[in-house]
């Protein structure tokens, strides 16, 4: 046996290192279900219903933090949920009810606490301007009946299909 056997042999190459590109097909999957949930996310966030939602919250919030005076705080809690309905609802269902039917529609969205006094408190501080001074506290019942109303409210089964 020849002892220099050894020396015929090619020289110790190692392979080159992995590249990264392309990545493995568990990444392609990854980075597929992320844009997916990303279009979805976005979409989600984007709905014209959701948008309204947050606008009017925002709006309450706005009002809350500014309106020091109970009168002009019942008038745009009033105005924001009128426009907040109409928008919702449409005009055909909304634009005619005033008074005692304004205030069933408002509590069967959600806003039971304006059934009683305190919604007819908000009726007459918005529209006759004066309000009775053992109802100045209904101002804090009118912003959360107002939110219940924003969060809450949902067409009927019968509008959901002209919609």
């Given amino acids: 046996m020849n002892a220099d056997w050894l020396s015929q042999l090619a020289p110790d190459r190692a392979p080159p290192p992995p590249g990264w590109w ?3 097909p568990g990444w392609w999957g990854l980075l597929l ?10 979409a989600w966030w984007r709905h014209p219903r ?7 919250l925002a709006e309450l919030r706005r009002i809350r933090a500014n309106e020091g005076d109970v009168i002009r705080a019942a008038s745009a809690i009033q105005n924001l949920l009128r426009r907040y309905a ?11 009810l005033q008074g005692d039917a304004w205030l069933r529609f408002l509590a069967n969205g959600g806003a039971e ?8 408190s908000l009726l007459r501080a918005t529209f006759a301007g ?16 107002a939110e219940r ?9 019968d509008a959901g299909a002209r919609r």
């Fill in 22 to 24: 392309p990545p493995a």
């Fill in 33 to 42: 279900l992320s844009v997916t949930l990303a279009v979805v996310a976005v």
């Fill in 86 to 96: 109409l928008a919702r609802f449409g005009g055909e269902r909304v634009a005619r």
């Fill in 149 to 157: 109303f924003v969060r809450s409210a949902r067409p009927p089964a």
């Fill in 50 to 56: 959701r948008r309204l939602r947050r606008a009017a």
């Fill in 130 to 145: 004066q309000l009775d001074l053992d109802r100045v506290g209904d101002r804090e019942i009118w912003f959360a009946a």
């Fill in 113 to 120: 606490s304006l059934r009683g006094a305190p919604g007819q």
